[in-house]
């Protein structure tokens, strides 16, 4: 088995102590080629040790992990985020669809966070999650979403979603162009990430951006979204959905029939 070349990044010695001991135990096709207890020295172990994977602890003094991503233009490495629960931070990464284990590390999460970058190391694959966190942390009222399919990640902007249907631990996620992406998140998770960008819960199978919603057909109880669909609005939820429209379109006051 060809070894994985790695480097953790983190200001505490327990923290590092505790992964290198960790990966010894539990993920031996890593090998451990350096430390670093700060952005600006891990960024020159990079550059001089051209490792294939990273652990990098985000919580740092003067610069946090998210600082190396500005040292550099591509990202000829993978990186497996290592935190305390941050809720921003946490957001941000699965935004782009990247890799991270809570602090204090589980071993199985440990190992299911190395095989998923092992593969894309194996392949060789273009590391366009760490362009996109980039971004989104300079433009977070405007970001892209990582939906990710398999080995395979379309990044695409928030606001060209219509709606999510859950469909057991999958999400379908129907986009403006008409594409449609099977992602293995749940609704719930999805809900989660996007309410903050205007998206609300019509029914216990529908999650809806607000932005798409042409109409509401009272008689009904249903939407008509952008993109032509009728979706239907649960008995418990029809008061809330109003709700929401009537503060978020004032102007549409006729299609949607408050």
């Not at 550099?72 to 935004?95: G, H, K, S």
């Not at 602090?103 to 593969?119: D, G, Q, T, Y």
């Not at 990640?153 to 986009?175: A, M, Q, S």
Request: proline share 4%.
């Amino acid at each position: 088995m060809e070894k994985i070349t790695a480097i953790i990044v983190d200001d505490e010695r327990n923290g590092r102590e505790n992964l290198v001991a960790l990966l010894l135990d539990f993920c031996p096709q890593v090998k451990i080629a350096g430390t670093a207890v700060s952005v600006p020295e891990a960024t020159g172990l990079i550059r001089e040790l051209q490792p294939q994977l990273v652990f990098l602890d985000i919580e740092m003094p003067v610069k946090n992990g998210f600082g190396l991503l500005e040292a550099f233009d591509n990202y000829p490495f993978e990186v497996i985020f290592v935190t305390a629960y941050d809720q921003y931070a946490i957001q941000a990464i699965r935004f782009s669809a990247a890799d991270y284990i809570l602090k204090p590390v589980n071993s199985n999460e440990l190992i299911a966070a190395v095989e998923r970058v092992s593969i894309r190391i194996r392949d060789k694959q273009e590391n366009r999650r760490l362009r996109f966190l980039h971004q989104n942390l300079q433009q977070p009222l405007s970001p892209k979403i990582g939906l990710a399919t398999g080995d395979h990640v379309d990044f695409v902007p928030v606001n060209t979603i219509i709606r999510c249907k859950g469909e057991g631990n999958y999400t379908l996620v129907v986009l403006a162009d008409k594409k449609q992406v099977l992602v293995a998140k749940t609704l719930v998770e999805f809900e989660e990430l996007l309410k903050k960008y205007g998206f609300i819960r019509v029914h216990k199978t529908h999650l809806v951006n607000i932005n798409h919603i042409t109409a509401f057909i009272r008689s009904e109880s249903s939407l008509i979204l952008s993109n032509k669909e009728k979706i239907p609005v649960s008995r418990r939820r029809k008061d809330f959905v109003r709700k929401e429209l009537k503060a978020s379109r004032p102007e549409a006051k006729q299609n949607f029939n408050y």
